[in-house]
């Protein structure tokens, strides 16, 4: 018997390491994986939530989060690729122009 | 204090403390295996939460493909590691700051506002049932058929882009 | 939960990996074996009578081997990436089915050792996990040979487990289930090869990239990678890197003997429960001396032809199977049980149709130059 309130502190903590990974780090790859990290912690608390309420639609809006972020991780690494094309480098901080 | 208490108390302690080896690594590698053990401990949580079809979808989307997904850039790019030095220097207690306000602010209304006193039984054999896979698929292919035929047609969208995005254009080297 | 039948899975699971780990070391003397028979030679036969020693001679002499480690390499994960490749390999066949129930010391003991609903979905699971070892060996190596090795890997394992779960998908329809008891009892009376071929026949080309085996083997060509991605490795850690590649084979073997060529059924199981092993044993052969067989025939195709064929031929053609599988089950459900026999009747019409399509495109002028 574990309280609810348990799993979602864990969800808070895990989203909040993926917000912080976002805001501190410079390698795009890695905030990209932090926000994915936030993406889990989110489907957590969806999981914990549908588990104490004994309903399905959590674990299957969980499923679609799952699918989401698949295309989105295809875009997005797509993107770094071909930014890495035109800079030869991935620093976020060396994007600051609106025309590569 | 029962086994499946000492369980959840390893588990988070190892996805707490694998977040924060993903945000310390300096290697981006490092970093991506870091989150790939984070993703199996949040597989386990699923399971003790009596969800094995997520539980696995977990370990075969999230780990099996858009973690090798991430390496693969990584190690194509060759940019496991990025130079040393900050542009703005705030940035770091800034946002490490703001985090803690968050953490704070979500403890507040967990423990305090909200008083969430559900407590989760452990799953018994019914979570092992066909008829557990078999609810989820009717509800999901009843329900929710719509959200199902729109995320295919996103992730045809999103294959499309990929190789719009990545093709290079005749003539190019 | 008991003590006993704590002690129970520990020795079921025990004797799983021994067999694992056994068959491993015996399925190199096999494969040595009937390579040699299919190359008009004979093979190991100096250590023990007909070789059957050969396997011990092999460890003893890889044992002793100097381990390097090459001096650039990252360590930890040169040391790690045997074990995360073995391991999966290892625990994929803790779902397969190797009989019923037998009675034995007054227990009635199951002769699998873990029975879960989502079965199909963890091998999926598990063997979309077994790419981190190659990649992790070719990373660490600090090689750039390795490194390509690991690279083609990684991609070629992403691209066929698509057709993999395709064709798992099959056989799921067909049994409507995804546990593998349940998918081997509904091949009582007729195995899904009969009704699924096409699907089989991906199932079989999808696993035999997954493995690595030749003619897929391109992490690791000799000729033009020296290796791949374990180039580095000497000593035990070879000996590692290369019985996760055979444990995979029995495994994938193991699996597809389940899903696809009726399990652990066969005459007389029902009243001989102890059969079941047996049969599933000598299904493990024949289909093991097939990824032998094709390994003696086949030679390695190109890279990109091999990416091509996972995307533009495999993959849409697995898709049309599980479109003709669910159309035909749907029609035997809804107007007439005989209509099933459409299923196979489709899918090998779509076989066919791909075979033509291969051929006329490789008959084309254009493609052969290019």
């Given amino acids: ?100 | ?173 | 939960m008991t003590f006993a039948l704590l002690i129970e899975w520990l020795i079921k699971g025990f004797v799983l990996v021994l067999v694992l780990l056994g068959g491993f070391a015996y399925l190199t003397l096999y494969e040595r074996k009937a390579l040699a028979r299919i190359q008009v030679r004979i093979g190991p036969n100096r250590a023990g009578p007909w070789g059957i020693l050969q396997p011990i001679a092999d460890a003893i002499k890889l044992i002793f081997k100097e381990e390097l480690i090459p001096a650039k390499a990252d360590k930890l994960l040169f040391i790690l990436a045997p074990v995360v490749t073995l391991v999966p390999a290892l625990v994929i066949t803790a779902v397969v089915p190797w009989g019923s129930e037998i009675m034995m010391f007054g227990r009635v003991i199951t002769l699998y050792i873990a029975d879960i609903n989502v079965g199909v979905l963890y091998i999926m699971s598990v063997a979309s996990i077994a790419v981190y070892g190659v990649v992790l060996a070719g990373w660490s190596s600090n090689n750039k040979y390795a490194m390509m090795g690991g690279l083609r890997s990684s991609a070629q394992m992403i691209s066929y487990e698509m057709s993999l779960g395709l064709a798992f998908i099959s056989a799921i329809m067909l049994a409507g289930s995804m546990r593998m008891l349940d998918i081997v009892e509904a091949q009582r009376t007729l195995w899904f090869v009969l009704l699924q071929p096409v699907g089989t026949a991906i199932f079989l080309i999808a696993t035999l990239a997954e493995v690595n085996r030749p003619p897929f083997d391109m992490p690791e060509a000799e000729q033009e990678l020296t290796a791949g991605y374990h180039v580095e490795y000497s000593g035990m850690k070879f000996a590692l890197l290369f019985m996760a590649e055979y444990d995979k084979m029995i495994a994938i073997s193991a699996i597809g003997a389940t899903l696809f060529f009726g399990g652990f059924r066969g005459p007389f199981v029902d009243t001989y429960p102890w059969l079941g092993p047996i049969y599933m044993l000598l299904k493990l052969v024949i289909l093991l001396f097939g990824m032998i067989w094709v390994r003696a025939t086949f030679p390695r195709i190109r890279y990109d032809r091999l990416m091509a064929f996972g995307w533009k031929v495999m993959l849409p053609l697995s898709l049309a199977i599980v479109f003709i599988t669910a159309a035909g089950i749907l029609l035997a459900e809804q107007v007439n049980p005989l209509l099933i026999w459409t299923v196979p009747a489709l899918s090998l019409l779509a076989g066919v149709f791909t075979i033509a399509m291969i051929d006329r495109e490789l008959r084309r002028k254009e493609y052969a130059r290019a």
Wanted: hydrophobic share 65%; glycine share 6%; proline share 3%.
């Fill in chain 1, 1 to 100: 018997m574990i309280p609810l309130a348990y799993y979602l502190a864990i969800s808070a903590i895990l989203f909040t390491l993926g917000a912080l990974g976002v805001l501190i780090r410079r390698n795009p790859l890695i905030i990209f994986m932090s926000v994915e990290l936030m993406l889990n912690a989110a489907n957590l608390a969806f999981v914990a939530f549908a588990r104490a309420y004994d309903v399905l639609a959590g674990q299957i809006f969980v499923f679609f989060v799952i699918a989401v972020a698949a295309a989105e991780v295809a875009v997005g690494l797509a993107l770094i690729v071909v930014i890495f094309r035109t800079k030869h480098s991935i620093d976020v901080d060396l994007m600051n122009s609106l025309k590569g």
């Fill in chain 2, 1 to 173: 204090m029962d086994l499946t208490l000492i369980l959840f108390i390893v588990l988070a302690v190892v996805a707490i403390l694998t977040a924060l080896g993903m945000l310390a690594s300096r290697s981006a590698i490092y970093a991506a295996l870091f989150l790939v053990l984070n993703f199996a401990t949040v597989a386990i949580f699923y399971l003790m939460l009596g969800a094995p079809f997520i539980a696995m979808a977990q370990v075969t989307v999230y780990a099996g493909a858009i973690m090798v997904l991430f390496l693969f850039v990584i190690m194509l790019l060759g940019a496991e590691k990025l130079p040393k030095g900050e542009v703005l220097p705030w940035q770091r207690p800034l946002a490490i700051g703001l985090a803690a306000v968050l953490l704070a602010e979500a403890g507040y209304l967990l423990f305090q506002r909200l008083h969430i006193t559900a407590g989760l039984a452990n799953p018994g054999a019914e979570v092992n049932a066909p008829e557990a896979i078999q609810a989820m698929a009717l509800s999901l292919f009843n329900q929710y058929l719509l959200p199902f035929e729109v995320t295919s047609v996103l992730l045809l969208v999103a294959m499309v882009g990929v190789i719009v995005l990545t093709k290079k254009e005749k003539g190019e080297s």
